[in-house]
């Protein structure tokens, strides 16, 4: 079974930066697209970003481009989301996710992901 343990959320100010963590327990991390994920009391989870499997290619919801940079570790069994020019818009829980057999042309869509972490809290003021 697959874990995944986020870390780095807190409270900052609009245009602070802010590095999120998520930790894998997974041995082979490159098998599995990774993924964030956001979500707010009241509304769906969005998509945030994806990196594919060798960290070659990465995606990000048009909300974030610009500001947001996903990247990751696969030695290290670790993938991080930079967040640049905070805004309080991008206050929500941020969540890692994980898909092993899943296609890089679905990486988007939160119900292809196999695996969630419990969330880490952003909390942007203004």
């Known amino acids: 079974q697959v874990q995944l343990v986020e870390s780095g959320g807190g409270l900052v100010q609009a245009g602070d930066s802010l590095r999120l963590s998520c930790v894998i327990s997974?041995?082979?991390?490159?098998?599995?697209?990774m993924a964030w994920f956001r979500q707010v009391p009241g509304k769906e989870r969005e998509f945030v970003a994806a990196?594919?499997?060798?960290?070659?290619?990465?995606d990000y919801g048009d909300i974030v481009k610009g500001r947001f940079t996903i990247s990751r570790d696969n030695a290290g069994n670790t993938v991080a989301l930079q967040m640049n020019s905070l805004k309080p818009e991008d206050t929500a829980v941020y969540y890692c996710?994980?898909?092993?057999?899943?296609?890089?042309?679905?990486?988007?869509?939160?119900?292809?992901?196999?695996?969630w972490g419990q969330g880490t809290q952003v909390i942007v003021s203004s």
């Open positions: 997974e041995r082979t991390l490159s098998r599995y697209i």
């Open positions: 996710a994980a898909d092993r057999f899943g296609n890089w042309d679905n990486r988007r869509v939160k119900n292809k992901y196999d695996y």
């Open positions: 990196t594919s499997r060798a960290g070659g290619y990465s």
